[in-house]
């Protein structure tokens, strides 16, 4: 099996969307934007977004498996927001949501000083992967999201990327089920991700 993780370009538009809307239809609970919204965008507005918002992708052999964003907050010039983390559930349970999100915090760095993330109480497998890798709860949004008729609670988190304790703990758990059988490559100056995994699944949770 072979894994690689890079930014996604234009030409990724159509895996792009697919994997986006199977995200939103599975779990319309965990994402701000809904599937009829993103349905209804044609192939050259995600182009767009693509080529105007850094977009990371991982694949497993050669296939798109997940996908992970940054927006940079134009109200503010020093913030920027982790979006649109999603791994496909075969994939899941790999290192691969910690590996997105690593690269997404990576390609922060040189644009924004801190990184923020939103997710709902409701899902732990979210909360616990942004703690792993330094994010700090600073705020609980009572009814933060309304999906449907139903109002979900939102935990606000924030990355502080000037502060060395942040770098050391992603590169410690970027994949964590690599250990000495494996090995990551974060290449900072094309935010590019190289991973090569030779060790079994991981046991399931
Ligand atoms: C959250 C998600 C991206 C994790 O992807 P993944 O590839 O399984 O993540 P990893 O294998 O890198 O696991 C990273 C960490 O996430 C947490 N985690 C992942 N799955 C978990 C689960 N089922 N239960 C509890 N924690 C879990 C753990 O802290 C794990 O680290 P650990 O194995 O060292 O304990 C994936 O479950 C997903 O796509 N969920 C649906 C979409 C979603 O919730 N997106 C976030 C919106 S805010």
Redesign the pocket.
Known sequence: MSLALRLLEPTDAPAFHGLRLE?LL??PD??RATYDEEAAQSWSEVARRLREQAVFGAFVDGELC?IAGFARLTQTKNKGELWG???RPG??????????VAAVIEHARDHVAQLC????VT????R??YR?LGFEPYGLEPRGLKVGERYLDQEHLVLLLDADAGRARIDE?AW??LGSTGALALCHDRVQVEVRRRSGK?AG?
């Open positions: 995200g599975n779990h965990w994402f997940g983390v999603y791994v994939a899941r349970g790999e290192g691969l949501g910690s590996a997105l993330a939103t997710v709902a899902n732990p497998p979210a616990r992967l792993k758990a964590p089920g991981k949770r």
